[in-house]
């Protein structure tokens, strides 16, 4: 985005419009890697560069875009778009507008008329330049339903943005953040064991990064008033989550989210208990060293790949089987 600015001073300079410089983005990544907040900051920036004229985002997944009946998918995504005019068309999960292999031979599906009109109004002139819409999801979901889709698409969609997953440090800076904006502090022991929780925890099917990392932090303050309830407790009891608490919150973590297939690999230099003490004793542990704007993200393993291949043409043959009846 730095260079969209400097585009936008460019163009006031030379007395130009810098409106065709806007473009539509493909956001990739997990859930909670803060594709949402990004598309809030994008809004508020490009209205503050001049080229949106409102620093408003309309959030819709891609199944929103479907209706349930011929003929009405397109009258739901003109309504999208009217809400979103001027502003950000943010649509979550988009991989789900991918057209269904085979399906062709029973007539245009709901995704297909959606991506359609969507590649319409965005040519529109009361939308081209003017709103921006970011489809977001996996970043292997996202790279198919584009190799698939209709060209049109394809060819709008100038910027992509790929947000990595949040790594142990990320996670436990987030909650010790969050609880300090709390009023509360999280001890020393407590944070190194939070660290070596998250660098294993993270590894699990299901890890959502942010979302993931807001529930230990409001299940820290439960573990808090459980473990207080336990005696006379007065007002004003150290605001302090302490290693029990911390003990308490990952083992009801890891039991709701057992180990299984699927796991990311090992990071790097993996969390022990002797370089995660060292880390906080030399200061080392503070801003996290992710960020959400990083152009690099995990690719799937080929075994993965294949296991989603297999998934979605099974989803395939009874979408097939239903229609046929």
């Not at 977001?136 to 698939?148: F, I, P, R, V």
């Not at 889709?149 to 990320?170: C, K, Q």
């Not at 299984?260 to 990071?267: F, H, M, R, S, V």
Request: glycine residues 8%; negative net charge; hydrophobic residues 40%.
């Amino acid at each position: 985005f730095d260079g969209l600015a400097a585009v936008v001073k460019q163009c006031d300079r030379d007395g130009l419009d810098p409106a065709k410089y806007l473009t539509n983005y493909v956001f990739v990544g997990a859930p909670g890697t803060g594709k949402t907040t990004i598309a809030g900051a994008m809004a508020e920036m490009l209205h503050d560069l001049g080229l949106l004229a409102r620093a408003h985002v309309v959030k819709v997944s891609g199944l929103d875009l479907q209706a349930p009946f011929v003929g009405q998918t397109k009258d739901v995504v003109n309504s999208a778009m009217a809400d979103a005019q001027g502003g950000v068309l943010f649509i979550d999960e988009a991989y789900s507008l991918a057209a269904r292999p085979g399906a062709a031979k029973y007539g245009k599906s709901f995704a297909e008329e959606a991506v359609d009109q969507l590649v319409q109004l965005m040519t529109a002139p009361e939308h081209l330049h003017k709103t921006v819409v970011v489809f977001a999801g996996y970043k292997h979901e996202m790279d198919c339903m584009l190799s698939c889709a209709n060209p049109g698409l394809r060819s709008r969609v100038a910027g992509r943005i790929e947000f990595p997953d949040w790594d142990a440090r990320d996670c436990a800076e987030h909650v010790r953040r969050s609880c300090e904006r709390d009023g509360f502090e999280l001890a020393r022991d407590a944070y190194e064991l939070l660290l070596r929780e998250f660098a294993e925890v993270r590894r699990r099917p299901g890890w959502a990064n942010a979302r993931d990392s807001d529930d230990v932090c409001s299940a820290l303050y439960v573990a808090r008033a459980r473990r207080l309830s336990g005696y006379n407790a007065v007002r004003g009891e150290a605001m302090t989550y302490v290693l029990k608490d911390v003990q308490a919150v990952m083992a009801d973590f890891r039991n709701r989210r057992p180990v299984g297939g699927g796991t990311l690999p090992a990071p790097t230099g993996a969390l022990d208990d002797g370089n995660v003490a060292a880390m906080v004793a030399g200061g080392l542990v503070g801003i996290p060293t992710t960020t959400m704007m990083a152009a690099t993200t995990r690719t799937r393993e080929p075994e993965e790949q294949m296991a989603a291949v297999e998934s979605a043409s099974e989803r395939e043959r009874e979408w097939d089987e239903a229609h046929v009846e």
